[in-house]
């Protein structure tokens, strides 16, 4: 039997000796049957994988012994015979010692802190050894790589009644922190897994009744942070493989230690996504390491966004934190930063929407689970008394003017993927949005029944898209910009126009085109909903934008149709002297005869009197 379970990774085996064990109730045999498992130690060599195997199987039958002294001795017998410079032994050791904490967690944490506490050199020696003796400080690596495994799994496969006060144990001593010291990326990604596997212990507590608080969780954070061995002066482009290899682990354990309670602090928050949002900027290769790497920063950030706040309102605005902090990737003249940024807006959206339905799970499970269960049961004590509306956002906190300007120009992108989802997140936002409620006193009123109208039609764009990728872009936009001009509402769009200047002056030659379409067809539709004010603003955010474009021709475009459009359909009077005053300021502030492609204001300037002699104005004496 010993020979078919050690050649044998058919899971069965492994089940039949589990419930053999679990059946035989004769301790001698059992014993027995462990000093052959010892004996088999002898067949292998210190390599072979079957060692792991092995550890595995005395660590499961080590389970069922009550002697303590017996299973002192086999514990020790297990860790001599380890081979820890091998990572696969190293696991199966650490996998064992997890198995037998299952009954004896005590006693292996007793253990592994003597391994700790003999360890034999201190930082200052490891600094040493690494100009004097290399393989002493690769040594050391092993065994911290393999005491970092050996209490993760000792916290995953603990009782879950006790794991509690093991794990504040454990943690509020600093012991990890003595793990933190190692260099080699197999070693990094061993600690990173014992923190991880902590995590996952507090998250398996809770599904079984008991929930408590991981103490230190953000201390627990900034060791992961320090692992992904990369320093603030280091950029993102050069890492190795065996280095994204270790942060991809780094992102998923993040994940872990932000789903457990207590919620993030603003400071940890802020500090996590400073030391993680710069992998958009990743080169695509290797694409087999860089990939997984970018899934789990989407998953850390949606875990971000749906463990934080209290209420519909402060979620919203962590929301809108997250997507302002992806802004710069969204736009970025990197196709591969705009996929990433847009797939990980998506994303968030996706679970956003699930928040503002009912039965929602902050892990993103499907159907009935645990936390379910422990959402409506918080909701329920904190937040009955309180009103609907308190407990979803209103639609004014998604600051959808904002929202729509920076996503727009995607939907005119050169690439056909950045395209279709850029086009389904500003679905998601308006199909949120009308199922959010309205303050009552708000100014902005919404058509319902043309706003699901114009919500339909861009489904159906999105549904084309998802069949046909082929289908003309120029078509798609137009009728993408036709329903977001009736989805807005007044408020909504008056932002839309503020905040134009960014769109219109984007990287992507394409992408401003399609935004300076898109403000002219808002100019047009709706112009005339603008009060004085926003068509002042309105005017200054264009001659901004223009500003900043140098090439003379498309500038001449973009004036000859903006400004002309503003000033036709709202005021041109406004328009006109928003033109002169702007003008004022850059001869008081600027040598206009240098400036690159000329002076935009002139530009502007003709394009104004030339629709005042064609008197497009409004009023004959403009």
Avoid at 119 to 147: C, E, N, P, W, Y
Avoid at 156 to 179: H, Q
Wanted: net charge negative; with cysteine; aromatic share 6%.
């Amino acid at each position: 039997m010993l020979t078919i379970l050690l050649c044998s990774t058919n899971k069965s085996w492994w089940q039949f000796l589990a419930e053999s064990l679990d059946v035989i109730q004769d301790t001698d045999w059992v014993i027995s049957l462990g000093n052959s498992f010892s004996k088999q130690y002898e067949l292998y060599k210190p390599d072979d994988e079957h060692i792991g195997l092995l550890h595995r199987c005395l660590g499961m039958l080590l389970q069922k012994v009550d002697d303590r002294a017996y299973v002192c001795e086999k514990i020790d017998w297990m860790y001599n015979q380890a081979n820890i410079a091998f990572p696969t032994n190293r696991l199966g050791l650490a996998k064992a010692m997890g198995l037998v904490a299952a009954s004896h967690l005590d006693t292996v944490l007793e253990k592994l802190k003597d391994i700790l506490n003999n360890v034999g050199q201190s930082i200052f020696q490891r600094f040493l050894s690494f100009f004097s003796d290399r393989t002493k400080m690769d040594d050391s690596d092993d065994i911290h790589a393999a005491l970092a495994l050996m209490y993760g799994y000792a916290a995953r496969y603990a009782p879950s009644t006790v794991i509690e006060a093991r794990i504040d144990a454990l943690v509020g001593t600093n012991m990890l922190s003595r793990l933190l010291h190692v260099r080699h990326p197999t070693a990094k990604q061993a600690v990173i897994t014992a923190i991880d596997l902590l995590g996952h212990a507090v998250i398996n507590a809770a599904e079984s009744g008991i929930s408590f608080p991981l103490k230190r969780r953000d201390q627990l954070l900034d060791y992961i942070l320090t692992l992904m061995g990369r320093d603030d002066d280091e950029g993102f482009g050069d890492s190795s493989v065996e280095l994204l290899c270790t942060q991809a682990l780094a992102l998923s354990a993040c994940t872990t230690l932000v789903s457990v309670e207590p919620k993030l602090t603003i400071e940890t928050r802020n500090l996590v996504m400073k030391a993680t949002l710069g992998f958009f900027a990743l080169p695509n290769d290797p694409v087999d390491v860089v990939n997984p790497l970018i899934d789990n920063l989407i998953t850390l950030l949606c875990a971000i966004l749906l463990t934080s706040g209290e209420d519909g309102r402060s979620r919203a605005e962590q929301l809108l934190h997250i997507l302002r902090r992806i802004d710069q990737y969204v736009s970025s003249p990197v196709e591969c930063q705009r996929i990433r940024g847009c797939r990980a807006v998506h994303e968030m959206l996706l679970k956003f929407r699930a928040f503002c339905a009912s039965g929602y799970c902050t892990l993103g499970c499907h159907g009935s689970c645990i936390h379910i269960k422990q959402f409506d049961h918080t909701l329920s004590r904190n937040l009955s008394s309180l009103p609907f509306a308190f407990v979803l956002p209103s639609r004014d906190a998604l600051c959808l003017g904002d929202r729509v300007i920076c996503y727009l120009p995607r939907c005119a992108d050169t690439n056909s993927e950045v395209r279709k989802v850029s086009a389904e997140i500003l679905d998601l936002f308006f199909t949120i949005s009308l199922s959010l409620p309205r303050p009552i006193a708000s100014s902005s009123g919404v058509d319902i029944e043309s706003s699901y109208s114009a919500l339909s039609s861009l489904d159906d764009v999105i549904s084309i898209l998802r069949r046909d990728a082929s289908i003309d872009p120029s078509e798609v936009f137009n009728r993408v910009v036709s329903s977001i001009c009736i989805l807005l509402t007044k408020d909504e769009l008056v932002a839309t126009l503020h905040g134009c200047s960014v769109a219109i002056c984007d990287k992507v030659k394409q992408s401003a085109e399609g935004a300076i379409q898109a403000v002219i067809e808002f100019v047009v539709k709706r112009g005339n909903e603008l009060k004085e004010t926003d068509i002042s603003r309105t005017t200054r955010s264009l001659l901004s934008a223009t500003a900043l474009v140098t090439e003379k021709y498309l500038r001449q475009e973009t004036l000859g149709a903006k400004i002309s459009s503003l000033a036709e359909n709202t005021s041109s009077k406004i328009v006109f002297n928003e033109v002169l005053a702007t003008a004022g300021k850059d001869i008081v502030s600027k040598d206009i005869s240098r400036l690159r492609g000329g002076w935009p204001i002139e530009d502007a300037f003709y394009v104004q009197r030339c629709d005042g002699m064609q008197g497009r104005g409004e009023d004959s004496d403009d």
